[in-house]
């Protein structure tokens, strides 16, 4: 039987999160190539999320019901 990789989704929120880690890493780094990645790598995270914002529709709180 072949393993195959577990795919994670990530919510606009982790990919925000993720892009400020990568904005923390690149301000401890020389300026080079490597530091200009790392901010690259931020606004293509940060880009990803503000399109999932707009791609996924609201859902309500997880707690409350819709009432009709």
Same mark, same amino acid.
């Given at each position: 039987?072949q *393993? /195959?990789?577990? @795919? /994670?989704?990530? *919510?606009?929120? $982790?990919?925000?999160?993720r +892009? #400020?880690?990568?904005?923390?890493? +690149?301000? $401890?780094?020389?300026? &080079?190539?490597?530091?200009?990645?790392?901010?690259?790598? +931020? #606004? $293509?995270?940060?880009?990803?999320?503000?399109?999932?914002?707009?791609? @996924?529709?609201?859902?309500?709180? *997880? &707690? *409350?019901?819709?009432?009709?």
């Amino acid at each position: 039987m072949q *393993s /195959t990789e577990k @795919v /994670t989704y990530l *919510s606009a929120d $982790q990919l925000e999160e993720r +892009a #400020a880690a990568r904005i923390r890493e +690149a301000e $401890q780094l020389p300026a &080079g190539e490597t530091r200009q990645h790392a901010l690259r790598n +931020a #606004a $293509q995270l940060r880009s990803y999320a503000a399109m999932k914002r707009l791609l @996924v529709p609201n859902r309500p709180a *997880s &707690g *409350s019901k819709a009432e009709a």
